[in-house]
């Protein structure tokens, strides 16, 4: 009898052991595109790791290590994808060389504001379309947080017709330059450190870079005052990267952790990015007056919008993919705008 | 020795069961305001329970039911408050009897946008008032998913000028009511099975409802063709409460699990709330080309303006904690809008 309650009570601890919340600590890696003190767009995998490990109590435990660490920004998928990392931190239109597919998940051109977009990604096809693009890599890829619309960047002087772009040296990279080059515009890459002396020297002549937040620290201001607002990067959207064998391994619970987690994180940075962009435009306005903010004419808007289409075009022509995806991204985003231009843009132009 | 090592093998056991991870299954209720199908109001409790209940591995469940099956909609916070249920899902703005200043945390006519008043929540003071005013109901509160801009609703007559508000019978609740009330508005309230009879008939001229998802479906269009856009629910955000005690008594991990499944699913639910609208609003446009989408005229919008604004003044004359938040509400307001219209407003507007 004694030997059976002994008996008894060891399968019962075997069970324990062997049930997934019993399991041994689960230790993942986590490489950024960023510096680890980049915020808000280093928030992410740092509110990640925190949620991953209270909610697990302690039992799963994500490191991350920022560029300073693995000198490997551009990296990351590669990474990933080799296992060095079970995770990283990055924006899907770094990949547009392994895939030009990819930029979809970032943003485009012209293309869907953060509303718009996460509609599509979770209830349109988006998520299904990015799931089939980064199949081949043996990655998963989940949104990691949105900066919102970026700001169209710096000018020396104002820019008052299409003629104008004409022979304009600017740094901007990825499909916004191939749209600008359509223009005429002489469409350079130049590293962050030597921006502002190129600017300020004149070997450019306008730059773009990201919102008020991150510009003003550059001092973009003191030399090219017209400050231009966006249209190349409505909504761009982090990625968190998982590796698939990685994650197939997981306990049932710490993939639900994890997915949960990623959601609640890349959801906060959209919030801290705006709270940050609100407190940072409204001190430039106090701080420089002198900044000249400028929408850009709509005749350029219009050129800028034809030669996007032909730069979309050019693609689908080749890429039967891209043509699949931009058709499905057109057709959601024209009814998604239809709503948007009359719910948030009717509100916003109330007493206009 | 062989002694020692049951009793060490014992001691283990015991500790395993005493960590947090191997306690006794946690078995909550949670009441809802809506009927458990009336999606996307009611998709957060679910979505809820069903990431607590994956991420707890089982040992975490939480009940869901509708108002078909407590009877009480307008009963959540006292439930709550007595513990018959641990959770609600409901509106902040349904406590303005007990407190005034619950309405600050649902929305408010004229006030912020969803992207701005989350920034409010998190990055301003919002999640600090909101504890302020919901500890004296021993209940946490937590934003619970929004339904972004409702619509101004259903009028028989198009509205030209203040004048055309004079004498109109409109059901309109909440604070919206007591602005239009100032502008001689007659304002009634009348049960949901009431409105489409009562408008038809002429006992009420016009009637705010939610937005085209829900308005079709009750068919107002039919015999009130004017459809105003919103200016009275700039971002209804519903809520999460809690019954403090019972959260208290929780494990860590499973405080953890709660508060970021909350924040996923009410981020969910906006995301599912602006796809639908999309998908309606579409619908509506096709299936019934003849209703009339409208603005309010600037001089209607300026005087509701106006009136919202006394409304404001004199709750702040007699109640100091809502001074103090209306004052802090308004100075956000007022520096996230002059990025909203700029950056938002801006890209929605780049071809007029």
């Known amino acids: 009898m004694k030997r059976i309650v002994k008996a008894a009570a060891l399968v019962g601890v075997v069970a324990l052991l062997a049930s997934p919340l019993a399991a041994?600590?689960?230790?993942?890696?986590?490489?950024?595109?960023?510096?680890?003190?980049l915020t808000p767009l280093a928030s992410p995998p740092l509110k990640l790791a925190q949620y991953v490990k209270e909610m697990s109590d302690g039992k799963f435990i994500i490191k991350v290590e920022g560029k300073e660490k693995?000198?490997?920004?551009?990296?990351?998928?590669?990474?990933?994808?080799?296992?060095?990392y079970q995770m990283g931190h990055s924006g899907s239109y770094y990949w547009k060389g392994k895939d030009i597919n990819t930029v979809w998940f970032t943003t485009v051109p012209f293309g869907m504001t953060p509303s718009e977009q996460y509609a599509w990604f979770y209830y349109g096809n988006g998520m299904k379309y990015m799931k089939e693009v980064y199949d081949k890599f043996g990655v998963m890829n989940f949104p990691g947080g949105n900066t919102g619309n970026q700001m169209g960047g710096w000018f020396r002087k104002e820019i008052n017709?299409?003629?104008d772009l004409k022979g304009l040296k600017m740094r901007i990279p990825g499909l916004a330059g191939e749209v600008l080059a359509k223009l005429g515009v002489n469409v350079t890459n130049i590293p962050a450190g030597e921006l502002y002396t190129s600017l300020d020297r004149g070997t450019i002549d306008a730059l773009e870079w990201v919102g008020p937040g991150m510009d003003i620290k550059m001092g973009f201001h003191k030399v090219a005052p017209y400050y231009y607002t966006g249209w190349h990067e409505p909504a761009s959207e982090m990625q968190f990267l998982v590796n698939k064998k990685a994650y197939n391994k997981l306990p049932d619970n710490f993939k639900a952790i994890?997915?949960?987690?990623?959601?609640?994180?890349?959801?906060?940075?959209?919030?801290?990015?705006?709270?940050?962009?609100?407190?940072?435009?409204?001190?430039m306005k106090k701080d420089f007056p002198n900044i000249k903010v400028k929408h850009f004419p709509k005749p350029v808007i219009g050129a800028m919008r034809k030669a996007a289409t032909e730069v979309y075009e050019s693609y689908a022509a080749k890429n039967p993919k891209f043509k699949e995806i931009y058709e499905d991204y057109t057709s959601y985003m024209k009814k998604a705008r239809a709503w948007s231009q009359m719910m948030?843009?009717?509100?916003?132009?109330?007493?206009?």
Chains 1, 2 share one sequence.
């Open 24 to 37: 041994k600590k689960v230790k993942w890696k986590l490489a950024e595109t960023w510096p680890s003190t």
């Open 161 to 163: 017709s299409v003629d």
């Open 70 to 84: 693995h000198k490997a920004p551009l990296g990351i998928l590669d990474m990933v994808k080799g296992g060095q």
């Open 258 to 283: 994890l997915v949960t987690a990623m959601k609640a994180a890349a959801f906060d940075m959209y919030v801290e990015n705006f709270a940050e962009s609100v407190k940072a435009w409204d001190k």
């Open 344 to 352: 948030q843009g009717g509100y916003l132009n109330l007493d206009k």
